[in-house]
């Protein structure tokens, strides 16, 4: 299984130690090296991975707290690696784990095989898809808490996406103006993987392509509830995969965002995968949306552009009727 090198490209080097800390550094190499042994076997590593792709498996991602606060490191972080692969992760993004864990509780009735709103993927994952225009959801007694709680995670995925959105509009630089991006309803799906997947094993010439989506949107927000592999394709690599968990928000580019940034942040599209230690059922969320941020900065763009040209031909009117007024005086 193919795995792209993060480190050197997610973010920028950071800046060289000071000496002082480079000589003690130096110093404790054999006590940090004795201390490698102690590290426990991660499930979801392969053997076959070089040092550089278990640091990529560990790495800690972007600090949210550091997005909304515009730190400039992190957002170029976070808009070179939408550059260069279509994705980025967050962590500390704010939504407790109770949020998730009381979802969770409540969509027993949904998890049905008589349920309507079930939607089976395949042998092993079976989805259930909410949106704002569930009413008929929320007005079942037998479903009203779980609408309530759907609607309040994806409120809480919502306001992480404008915040993203903002970035998007502030940054990008080949926007494709004439490209507008649609308003289109937001959808969060709740996916259960019922037991581990039999597709993916730890031999390295046997590769999982995940499912190509046509993902309408602009940003897709993967949260898994348990600890998994998230498996990719982008538009310029083969599929890959990393090492996620619950405390980290995997976001994708989708095809509406690529399309109006003229494909400066990449599509890609990506799934979660489960290998839990038990044999019980795991859970993802995946939030859809095209932030409105994103949406408001092509319409004002449009009426500076149409400002602009009333503008100039109240100027030539004007310039027109001086001449005609110089020509009769």
């Given at each position: 299984m193919a795995h792209l090198r993060f480190k050197s490209r997610f973010c920028p080097a950071p800046p060289p130690p000071s000496p002082l800390i480079?000589?003690?550094?130096?110093?404790?190499?054999?006590?940090d090296s004795d201390s490698f042994t102690d590290i426990p076997q991660n499930a979801f590593i392969d053997?076959?991975?070089?040092?550089?792709?278990?640091?990529?498996?560990?790495?800690?991602?972007?600090?949210?707290?550091?997005?909304?606060?515009?730190?400039?490191?992190?957002?170029?972080?976070?808009?070179?690696?939408?550059?260069d692969f279509g994705m980025f992760r967050i962590s500390n993004y704010g939504i407790l784990a109770e949020d998730f864990e009381s979802t969770l509780a409540d969509a027993g009735c949904v998890f049905q095989s008589s349920s309507?709103?079930?939607?089976?993927?395949?042998?092993?994952?079976?989805?259930?898809?909410?949106?704002?225009?569930?009413q008929v959801l929320g007005h079942t007694r037998k479903y009203r808490r779980l609408s309530e709680k759907m609607e309040n995670v994806a409120a809480k995925l919502d306001s992480i996406a404008e915040e993203l959105g903002q970035i998007f509009t502030q940054h990008a630089s080949k926007q494709q103006y004439h490209h507008k991006i649609k308003a289109s309803e937001s959808t969060l799906s709740l996916c259960r993987h019922n037991h581990p997947f039999?597709?993916?094993?730890?031999?390295?010439?046997?590769k999982y392509e995940p499912q190509?989506?046509?993902?309408?949107?602009?940003?897709s927000l993967h949260v898994p509830v348990d600890e998994a592999e998230f498996f990719y394709h982008?538009?310029?690599?083969?599929?890959?995969?990393?090492?996620?968990?619950p405390d980290t928000i995997v976001v994708t580019i989708g095809e509406q965002l690529a399309e109006w940034s003229n494909h400066e942040f990449k599509f890609a599209y990506g799934e979660v995968y489960f290998k839990p230690l038990e044999d019980k059922a795991s859970f993802a969320f995946e939030f859809q949306c095209s932030p409105?941020?994103?949406?408001?900065?092509?319409?004002?763009?449009?009426?500076?552009?149409?400002?602009?040209?009333?503008?100039?031909?109240?100027?030539?009117?004007?310039?027109?009727?001086?001449?005609?007024f110089d020509l009769f005086s």
């Open positions: 480079a000589r003690r550094s130096t110093s404790c190499v054999r006590e053997e076959t991975l070089l040092t550089e792709d278990i640091q990529c498996l560990s790495m800690a991602g972007i600090d949210y707290n550091l997005i909304l606060s515009r730190d400039a490191y992190s957002i170029g972080c976070l808009l070179r690696s939408a550059s309507v709103f079930l939607h089976r993927v395949d042998d092993h994952r079976e989805e259930f898809v909410w949106s704002p225009s569930m039999s597709g993916v094993n730890s031999s390295p010439n046997n190509h989506k046509h993902c309408k949107h602009a940003l982008t538009e310029q690599s083969p599929s890959s995969s990393f090492y996620t968990g409105s941020s994103i949406r408001r900065s092509i319409i004002s763009l449009y009426d500076q552009i149409g400002i602009i040209i009333i503008i100039a031909g109240l100027c030539k009117f004007l310039l027109f009727g001086f001449d005609i």
